[in-house]
């Protein structure tokens, strides 16, 4: 029953912390949408901290778009991502058949392009180097 593995995987999650982290990746291959839906959005909120792999893959093969969704999410505000891959990620998303997906993936975009520090002009470089400008 998929209310049933829905409630356990919550539960495993609330009680045992980092401890759930197998059950989580073994209920994210469920063949119910919502069973999965739920374990990625639970284990998400309460901090557990899942492999970006396991991210990277969701968003590119789940059937179910708010899966998708969420694991765009969780790959972009995930603490210390690498900023290509998640803009790699983010431009797969683009192509996503969801229109939530995409919109999700030019907003992160956008956060990765306004939150870029500035194109190094050379000039900073040059001076490290013992020449300087004249």
């Known amino acids: 029953d998929p209310d049933v593995r829905t409630r356990a995987i919550e539960v495993l999650v609330e009680r045992g912390g980092k401890q759930a982290l197998d059950a989580v990746l073994r209920v ?3 063949d119910d949408e919502k069973v999965r839906y739920r374990a990625l959005y639970t284990a998400l909120n309460s901090g557990l ?3 970006a792999n396991t991210l990277q893959s969701l968003l590119q093969s789940d059937t179910s778009p ?3 969704f969420l694991a765009l999410n969780a790959m ?11 803009r790699g990620m983010a431009e797969i998303a683009l ?3 969801d229109p ?5 993936a030019r907003e992160i975009l ?22 300087v400008p004249q």
């Open 28 to 30: 994210l291959r469920d």
């Open 49 to 51: 901290a899942l492999p």
């Open 66 to 68: 708010v899966v998708r």
């Open 76 to 86: 972009a505000e995930m603490p210390g991502a690498d900023r290509q891959i998640v």
């Open 95 to 97: 192509k996503d058949p």
């Open 100 to 104: 939530q997906v995409q919109d999700q």
């Open 110 to 131: 956008n956060q990765l392009e306004t939150a870029a520090p500035p194109p190094d002009t050379g000039q900073q470089s040059q001076k490290q180097g013992g020449v």
